[in-house]
């Protein structure tokens, strides 16, 4: 069965105590949280030190936001799947267009962190999308079909998470139409040999959209950037109708 992730993702936001503070006030919110949607902050390293320890269990579940290949070795600024075992976290962001984007992360490194990161007995979340000049092009199912038969091969599809962020539509306030996301989740879908790996949409979810996204029948969840930083408006989303 497919299962419904709302995911947040911190990105390069929060220190200890802000996510605390977060925490706090979100714990709260999501008492009657539908049963079954599953909750996670993907928060950044030294913010998953500290919500480990305060979590004590609940609906809260904890991402990091990147994993090297190796287990240890001369890779500075790099973590581990060692590491974030002792802290705790259950989901790893893998292939985030800014990690494409900004730090030369390529099919070929994003293969090798997801194996890494199933090894460890993680759950990867593979983000994969088109850039607005490619899809102007025509080329998104062409794209998205390269970095999924790239970036999947030799990993499990049974422990598995994908992550559609057109990246046109990430922090630009210009969401994919609901139906389109659709579209393209659907495409991605044939794609894989297992039908039941949740597909998310990623790329300004807001509290305004997302009950409009999550009606949509090959949707199975969100990767939250901006608007999970607030815990209002996180809430909102994760209690979406
Ligand atoms: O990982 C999250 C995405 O990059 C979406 O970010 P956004 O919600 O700020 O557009």
Not at 44 to 54: I, W, Y
Not at 75 to 88: A, F, K, V, W
Not at 120 to 129: D, R
Request: hydrophobic share 35%.
């Amino acid at each position: 069965m497919r299962k419904i992730v709302i995911a947040g993702n911190w990105k390069m936001h929060k220190n200890q105590a802000e996510s605390l503070a977060f925490v706090e006030q979100f714990k709260s919110k999501i008492e009657n949280t539908t049963e079954g949607r599953e909750i996670v902050l993907c928060a950044p390293f030294t913010s998953l030190t500290v919500m480990s320890k305060n979590l004590h269990g609940g609906r809260i579940m904890l991402g990091a936001q990147n994993i090297h290949w190796e287990i240890e070795g001369a890779y500075t600024g790099e973590i581990s799947g060692d590491m974030l075992q002792e802290i705790g976290v259950t989901y790893i962001i893998v292939g985030h267009s800014e990690r494409r984007q900004y730090f030369g992360e390529t099919n070929e490194t994003v293969n090798l962190r997801l194996k890494a990161a199933q090894k460890c007995g993680f759950k990867p979340i593979l983000c994969v999308g088109e850039t607005k000049q490619q899809r102007d092009a025509g080329e998104t199912e062409n794209i998205i079909i390269d970095q999924l038969k790239q970036g999947l091969i030799g990993v499990d599809q049974n422990n598995l998470i994908v992550a559609y962020e057109p990246i046109w539509a990430i922090g630009t306030g210009d969401t994919c139409q609901s139906t389109e996301a659709n579209r393209v989740i659907g495409v991605i879908r044939q794609q894989l040999d297992n039908k039941n790996v949740s597909i998310q949409y990623g790329g300004s979810v807001k509290p305004s959209n997302v009950d409009e996204i999550m009606s949509q029948p090959e949707i199975d969840g969100a990767l939250v950037g901006g608007a999970s930083l607030e815990a209002t408006s996180f809430a909102r989303i994760v209690n979406y109708q």
